[in-house]
C-alpha cells in the first residue's frame, strides 16, 4: 500500500489545517491508522490513531481537544482535523498504517505500523 498525506501548509496561530490521507493499491478500511508528526531535531511521535474494529480513537496529551481524527469510509480518506494549532504544532505530519489489530496502548506507537506515507509540512507562526 502506497499512502499519501497532504492538507499542510503554513498557518497563524489559532487557525486550523485538516490532513488528508489516502492510500493506493488498498483500502484503509482495512488498517488500522496512526496519524505522526516529527518537528526538527525531535523523535517522531504518535498524534492521534483510529483503529478499524473501534469507536474510540486515542490522541497524546498535547492534542487533546484541538485535534480531532476521522474517517471517510465512502472515500476511503483519513482526516486530522487540526484546530487551535500552536506554533508547537510545526512539524512534518505523517499517516501510517498496520494490518495488525492494534491494542489502544500500542495505537500511538511508531514501530506499530508497518507502511508510511511521505509526510506533509504544518507550520504554525505569526
Known amino acids: 500500500v502506497q499512502l499519501q498525506a497532504s492538507g499542510g501548509g503554513f498557518v497563524q496561530p489559532g487557525g486550523s489545517l485538516r490532513l488528508a490521507c489516502t492510500a493506493s493499491g488498498s483500502t484503509l478500511n482495512d488498517y488500522d491508522i496512526g496519524w505522526f508528526r516529527q518537528a526538527p531535531g525531535k523523535e517522531r511521535e504518535g498524534v492521534s490513531c483510529s483503529r478499524r474494529n473501534s469507536g474510540s480513537p486515542s490522541y497524546s496529551g498535547s492534542v487533546k481537544g484541538r485535534f480531532t481524527i476521522s474517517r471517510d469510509r465512502a472515500k476511503d480518506t483519513l482526516y486530522l482535523q487540526m484546530n487551535s494549532l500552536e506554533p508547537e504544532d510545526t512539524a512534518v505530519y505523517y499517516c501510517?498504517?498496520?494490518?495488525?489489530?492494534?491494542?489502544?496502548?500500542?495505537?500511538?506507537?511508531?514501530?506499530?505500523?508497518?507502511?508510511w506515507g511521505q509526510g506533509t509540512q504544518v507550520t504554525v507562526s505569526s
Open positions: 501510517a498504517v498496520t494490518k495488525r489489530r492494534l491494542i489502544v496502548s500500542a495505537c500511538r506507537q511508531v514501530g506499530s505500523y508497518d507502511y
